[in-house]
């Protein structure tokens, strides 16, 4: 009893500083440990764009092939580690980062049941914005930050005016059905619709086009309509932007190991969203 006593401090102490090495770049071994992550991050890309390249031999097929499978079995162990030396995993998990680094290495798993999809692991690059906390460009992990809570501050504007845009696309398809209908392309409402979302985006494939009068000049009012659309969620990430960027950067990567919550002062010494002490 007394043995598994001592046993259990002994393997919190090494839980803590499997965090501060893993979830911090304040540290030689925090910063060591992230370098050969993005170091291995490059590679396995690598990996995956060298492997899409058509007629290359079987032998490097093959290499590649294991090259990958090593890659990710590095990654879910990693991944592994991440939710074990956090107190509360589901924080990490459904996370920004915890989602990517699951993605990251489903690809591979899901590709021995479905061919192809093994290509999906290029979502990896996304784990490379980690690189702003290794290189300590404080500037860019608070620009980030801010990014990111602007946009979260935003969506709902931004979620009613997807809504009106909706409403608006679906009306134009519909209108645009009557007007030219199936001989101009235009088959039912539904492609219609399609047309109507290509054409107020200013892309123009030219898939589908009016030929009618009416249908012309529904289509130039709709490419205006485009280019006043395309700046409203522009305006709004934009104005709550200007706002984030007033409020006190951050300037360290210390990381809660009970919460995951790294927004913390600089010289705080208790985590300000769960209270532990970091």
């Not at 939710?83 to 995993?89: A, E, G, L, S, V």
């Not at 969506?155 to 398809?173: C, P």
């Not at 892309?203 to 659309?229: E, K, R, W």
């Amino acid at each position: 009893m007394q043995a598994e006593c001592e046993k259990k401090p002994g393997m919190s102490a090494w839980r803590e500083h499997m965090h501060e090495i893993i979830f911090e770049a304040d540290t030689k071994a925090g910063k060591r440990f992230d370098i050969i992550l993005l170091v291995l991050i490059l590679l396995s890309v690598a990996v995956v764009f060298e492997d899409s390249v058509s007629g290359i031999s079987p032998t490097l097929k093959r290499v590649l092939y294991y090259a990958e499978w090593f890659f990710t079995i590095i990654f879910t162990i990693e991944y592994i580690l991440r939710i074990y030396t956090i107190k509360r995993p589901k924080t990490y998990i459904f996370s920004f980062y915890g989602i990517i680094d699951l993605l990251s290495i489903l690809p591979t798993f899901i590709g021995l049941f479905l061919a192809g999809t093994h290509y999906l692991a290029i979502i990896r690059m996304l784990r490379l914005l980690r690189v702003f906390r290794v290189l300590k460009l404080v500037q860019f992990i608070g620009a980030s930050n801010n990014l990111l809570l602007a946009v979260r501050e935003s969506r709902h504007k931004i979620g009613v005016f997807f809504l009106f845009v909706s409403i608006t696309v679906t009306i134009i398809g519909s209108i645009m059905y009557i007007v030219e209908g199936a001989d101009s392309g235009f088959t039912s409402i539904p492609r219609g619709i399609y047309w109507a979302i290509v054409t107020l985006t200013t892309v123009g494939y030219g898939d589908i086009a009016p030929v009618t009068v009416i249908g012309q000049s529904i289509a130039s009012l709709v490419m205006l309509l485009g280019y006043a659309i395309i700046a409203v969620p522009t305006g709004i990430i934009t104005s709550d932007l200007m706002k984030q960027n007033k409020k006190k950067v951050i300037l360290n990567t210390h990381s809660c190991s009970n919460c995951n919550f790294s927004d913390n002062d600089d010289d705080a010494l208790f985590c300000k969203k769960c209270g532990n002490k970091l």
